[in-house]
């Protein structure tokens, strides 16, 4: 998945002593209601937003809540990060020593499991709650580089007084969220930390490099655990006469027999053995094995899912399919979950110029579009047409919406999901009807 250019907090060129000066106008400003002399960044804005509706005090945040230390180690050991914390560790504690600043680890809920830094930086951190144990989400203390990049699923970077709270805006922050390779799902972040006269653009983009690098690690990891599943599933399939694949717990593709190769399928919710409609697949038994699943098709005509439910009402998109023989759930990235809204808002159907220009703002990136929606094709098998993309017209579509019009899809800047944020005052309830949304 491809993001838009990092987002720094300090525009080329500008003086950062300046720049923090303009910041704090514009803190004062707003908090008064009256006009600020210059706009927030788009991520900054949406999150002060939150902020007001949270109901967070800029002026008297309580302190972060902390975990107590038996169960922070039980966060610790459950953690996937852990497996990559020394190619973390090596990649950033020696900068972090060097600039003064603190490197931070935290789970997906924004809670720091690891620190490591500058002594001089850990006693600052201490006084302000970055320790381990603490939870730093937005709704704990507000707009933050690590609340706020763990919100809109990418790296953000967070100077001065774009912090909410006053008390923050003495520090710079860039943080990048870490990603499991496997499924999408949010696993953490990295977050370096220093005071507010050490920022600099290129901290954001090597926080972000190295929260790839301990992406692409997982993914060998991964690599290797197919590789093990693959030599315990060859005996058993060499048996088998039919159809039969072995897959992991993720759905991912260990061996195939008799039958063209499928990289990955969406598993349904089962913990025996069982019977279920697949894509590309059509009804398929599944018998659980150590570590993974044995797929074989049935090769029986089956009936079509029946019901596509888009769930964004929570902090990670899913899609869920109900057919026949049960349902099953997909994780969404941020960039498929913006292509499913717009097909369910418009059923009659989208372009590839329409949601170029829908999601972009520029009808010229068909070919990303194409890109996108042919991975989401793959996933949902027969469920989406193409000229124009559309939903089957048999399969009843439902959005379950955010409480809060300010919650759908907040990292999403993309400008039809801005408009569908904005057509529905806040604090409104949002349903899906036709082809807008209503309140």
Known sequence: MSFPPLDTALPAGVDAREHARLLRKVHEASLCGRPAPVRLRPVIEDSWQRMRRFGIDPDGAPPPRVTRLDELHTYRSSSPI????????RSLVSVADEADHIML?????GQILWRDGSHRMRSAGDRVGLVEGAFW????????AIGTALVVGRPVQVYSAEHFVRQLHTLTCACAPIHDPRDGRLLGAI???????TIHPSTLALVHAVAQLAEAHLQS????????LRAVAAPLLAGLGGRAMVVDEAGWTAAVVNMEPV????????????TAWLPALGEC???????????????VEGDTPSTVTLDLSGSSPTVSVAGPSGQWSHRLTPRHAELLLLLAVHRRGRTGVQLSQDVFGDGGRVVTVRAELSRVRRHLGGIIESRPYRFVEDVRVRVDYPENPADLLPGSLAPEIRRLRNAVPDGTPMVALGDDVAT
């Not at 038994?285 to 090769?299: K, T």
């Open 191 to 197: 977050d370096v930390t220093g005071p507010v006269n």
């Open 263 to 274: 990289r990955r399928v969406l598993l349904p919710t089962l913990r025996d053995t069982g």
């Open 137 to 144: 989400n937005e709704g704990s203390t507000g707009t933050n």
């Open 82 to 89: 852990a497996e990559v914390l020394p190619l973390i560790r």
């Open 285 to 299: 038994s599944l018998e659980p094995l150590p570590g993974g699943w044995l797929v074989r098709p049935l090769d």
């Open 221 to 228: 990891i991964h690599h290797t655990h197919l590789e093990r």
């Open 105 to 109: 680890v935290t789970d997906a809920a």
